[in-house]
């Protein structure tokens, strides 16, 4: 089934044809190439870099020169680099790019919480507030899956003419 034409790459992420004939294996190993020295970062010290673990180490006297200098924006190279490969990275400590990318807006943020490079804990918040809004909402986030996929095969259907 051929969905180029129905605007399908816009909505579904899909594997490249490398990463389909590759073993997980290698395809972790290409994800962590994005953190040698050179490959992306080459201006940001490396004690102040993303680490596998998905540790940041930014301390409070660094934390304007980090949200403003290169240490950001090869930060987030590096963070662009293991989503082109690997999607679904998940970091040593669990967190996913996301997470990562979240606590360094946090971090760079001008509120309560500028400053806050720790992962691990921004990880935990989140689940601790997961957890909280899914007792309170019930199913509502499960409803929202379900609409969402429907609309999607909808689409699908729509695009090779199966429905009106």
Request: hydrophobic residues 35%.
């Amino acid at each position: 089934i051929d969905l180029s034409g129905c605007g399908a790459q816009n909505h579904f992420r899909t594997a490249g044809a490398d990463e389909a004939r590759k073993n997980p294996a290698e395809i972790v190993a290409d994800a962590l190439h994005c953190f040698s020295d050179g490959y992306v970062y080459r201006s940001c010290e490396e004690s102040y870099r993303l680490t596998v673990q998905g540790d940041l180490h930014v301390p409070s006297y660094y934390i304007d020169q980090f949200c403003t200098g290169p240490c950001l924006a090869e930060t987030n190279l590096t963070l662009n680099c293991i989503d082109e490969i690997k999607s679904n990275f998940e970091f040593y400590n669990k967190a996913t790019i996301q997470d990562v990318g979240d606590t360094i807006t946090a971090g760079c943020s001008y509120g309560s919480k500028r400053g806050d490079f720790n992962v691990t804990e921004h990880l935990q918040a989140k689940v601790s507030k997961g957890n909280k809004e899914n007792a309170s909402n019930g199913n509502k986030a499960g409803i929202h899956v379900l609409l969402l996929v429907g609309f999607n095969v909808m689409e699908i259907l729509q695009c090779i003419g199966a429905v009106a």
